[in-house]
């Protein structure tokens, strides 16, 4: 678990409001509510706000008020239950101090399911008042949020069901959905952002053919064009339009997106998260580094970020710092998840061959042969290097699974055209990241690299904040002396 932030006198986490009725099928609904109060606090100024995804590991959580204010480092707690029984939405609200557990403000309310909105904005102005917080004055308290400007609330409710969707990785739900509430409001750029983001990654992600990953691209590019004309100041248009242009390795539009998309939604968690990818797949370390920073304040809890964070300090030499989150993370992730990669890359970053193979073989099959694979070309024994290779080579899954994995097998070997033979059999996916690699930035200034990048639309590997293995080294041997 991370070291507990000093919680500052006006911060709150809205913890996710339970589901009154126990119908698993209104799940969406009553955590789409609790996500549109963390967004509604968040305009209010001097008022720290957790995220979604921290906010909600405590949900049927059996620790009291102290604790869970000390983990997730906030003064107070929201907390309550949700129903919507036909055309009546009923909610119980309360506002507690973490620190005892008193109660500030408290309330219940039974209204018309219509009136749904105008509930969430004076639940979240009672709360605001208890905190003696005022609405921003500045545009942040006018910025489009996630309703649709018609107020139709069906379109809002698929629009919850496409962030649940979304929330569990299953983007093509998720961009149904959101088709369906721009159906219903064509004005609702909130949706039209997201389904954007879903079908972007489900055309890059899916394994999709190329066919049906065009025209998934295609709407894509539609949905953000159409989200940026209805709201040319939604911080999530602009981040959609920026993962779009990077997935397309248009890496200069994709740069100016994210910066726009950060400044727009400077507290907005997936903003922060995607376009810390981009900006590091782009060789913007340094920025992307700041941005998983940003994010650890707002998502104290939220295990994936510490883990990317943790890539990008190895990735530019801070190996120490990089081991300290690892461990963060892993302490925060499910006891079930597979053993983590990273650190077979820290001990060849630190040329340690003895617990680079220790990682290795700790890791499931198939990927412990090719682990294996790469940790033994540390070894001054070239026999034993090319044997492992060799055994890992002899499945033939690798060359139609994880050519990028063996890619980084003849990097460590300083082949460089082995290393781009394989990294042109490679899928997009791994070759978005290339430019943080630190293990193929170790023939960052071959010409044969150079050029496959540039036939591939990445920028030079020069351009590249991330360091080379052998780079890294060095600058870790320094600091040992």
């Known amino acids: 678990m991370p070291p507990p932030a000093k919680a500052t006198e006006r911060s709150i986490a809205v913890l996710p409001l339970a589901n009154a ?10 955590d789409g509510l609790s996500e549109n109060l963390i967004d509604a606090l968040s305009r209010f100024g001097g008022l ?16 009291d008020s102290a604790t869970i204010g000390r983990k997730l480092g906030v003064s107070y707690l929201l907390t309550g239950s949700v129903q919507r029984a036909d055309d009546v939405v009923r909610i119980n609200a309360a506002l507690t101090r973490a620190a005892d557990g008193s109660t500030l403000w408290a309330e219940h309310y039974d209204r018309p399911y219509k009136d749904l909105f105008a509930l969430q904005d004076e639940i979240a102005s009672a709360v605001a008042s208890a905190l003696h917080a005022k609405l921003l004055a500045t545009d942040a308290a006018t910025k489009p949020g996630d309703r649709p400007p018609s107020g139709n609330i069906e379109a809002y409710n698929a629009y919850l069901q496409g962030l649940k969707h979304g929330h569990d990785q299953d983007f093509r739900q998720a961009a149904e959905y959101m088709t369906r509430a721009v159906q219903l409001d064509p004005g609702y750029a909130a949706a039209w952002a997201y389904l954007s983001g879903s079908w972007s990654t489900v055309a890059t992600f899916s394994n999709e053919d190329p066919a049906a990953a065009r025209e998934h691209m295609r709407e894509a590019r539609l ?5 940026l004309q209805l709201a040319p100041g939604l911080g999530q248009a602009h981040a959609a339009r920026a993962h779009l242009q990077f997935y397309n390795f248009n890496h200069r539009d994709a740069l100016a997106e994210c910066r726009r998309a950060v400044q727009l939604a400077p507290d907005d968690g997936s903003v922060l998260n995607g376009c810390g990818f981009t900006l590091a797949g782009i060789g913007k370390l340094g920025e992307a580094i700041r941005l998983r920073e940003r994010l650890l304040s707002i998502e104290p809890l939220y295990n ?3 883990h990317h964070y943790a890539t990008l300090l190895m990735a530019t030499g801070q190996l120490d710092k990089a081991a300290k989150y690892l461990r963060i993370a892993v302490g925060l992730s499910s006891p079930t998840a597979p053993p983590p990669y990273l650190p077979m890359y820290i001990a060849i970053a630190r040329g340690d061959l003895a617990t680079a193979q220790d990682v290795a073989r700790n890791q499931p099959p198939p990927w ?3 682990d294996l694979a790469i940790a033994a070309q540390l070894s001054p024994d ?5 044997a492992a290779l060799a055994k890992a080579l002899a499945d033939e899954a690798w060359t139609r699974t994880s050519p990028y994995a063996v890619a980084q097998a003849y990097a460590l070997r300083g082949d460089a055209d082995k290393t781009v033979e394989w990294l042109e059999r490679a899928p997009v996916p791994d070759i978005l ?49």
């Open 21 to 30: 009725g126990n119908d698993a099928q209104q799940l969406y609904f009553s």
């Open 48 to 63: 720290k706000v957790i995220g979604r995804t921290s906010a909600f590991r405590f949900r049927d959580s059996k620790d």
């Open 223 to 227: 949905a953000a064009d159409k989200a």
């Open 304 to 306: 994936v970020n510490y």
């Open 368 to 370: 412990r042969e090719m």
């Open 382 to 386: 070239r026999a034993a290097a090319d």
């Open 433 to 481: 990241f290339l430019l943080t690699d630190p293990i193929i930035l170790h023939l960052r200034d071959d010409p044969r690299l150079i050029a496959f990048c540039e036939k591939t639309g990445l920028p030079p590997p020069s351009a590249s904040e991330a360091l080379s293995i052998d780079q890294i080294r060095a600058i870790d041997s320094a600091r040992s002396r």
